[in-house]
């Protein structure tokens, strides 16, 4: 029942949801870079190494072995470095999207947090602490001149 309780919970503030979001965005995402790596970059890229297929690219390791009808008897085992390297280039453009995404909420934030700046809205708990701090500013000063 506790677990159950605490599921409830977990659901209801919002996480669940805003998890559950994260994950369909991020699939979504990994499909578009998918395409963007195979079917934008890895042409060129194909073309400037005179026609050589990443993804067909492999070491093979052991032949495989067919009889005299042609069927294969022991299957070829291979290190597939070609696929490792599309899938390392879909992390990279990745790394660097999420990078950039976060720099921009980044700036967005620090935008927010401060209150002179009248461009972007500054959160309320932001905008009376600076009062606050404003008014302690203030304060000091007033209790400075008249120690002198």
Known sequence: MKFLKEFKEFAVKGNMMDMAIGIIIGAAFNKVIDVLVKKIFMPPLSLMTDGLNFQDQK??????VTNSEGEVIVQEVA???????????DFIIIGLTVFLVVKAMN????????????????PKDIE??????????EQNELLRSKSV
């Not at 009376?128 to 302690?136: A, T």
């Open 79 to 89: 290190m597939e470095y070609g696929v490792l390297f599309e899938t390392f280039l």
């Open 107 to 122: 700036r967005l934030r620090s935008k927010a947090q401060d209150p002179k700046n009248e461009v972007v809205v500054t």
């Open 128 to 137: 009376l602490l600076s009062k606050l701090n404003d008014l302690m500013e």
């Open 59 to 64: 070491y093979v390791v052991r032949e495989s």
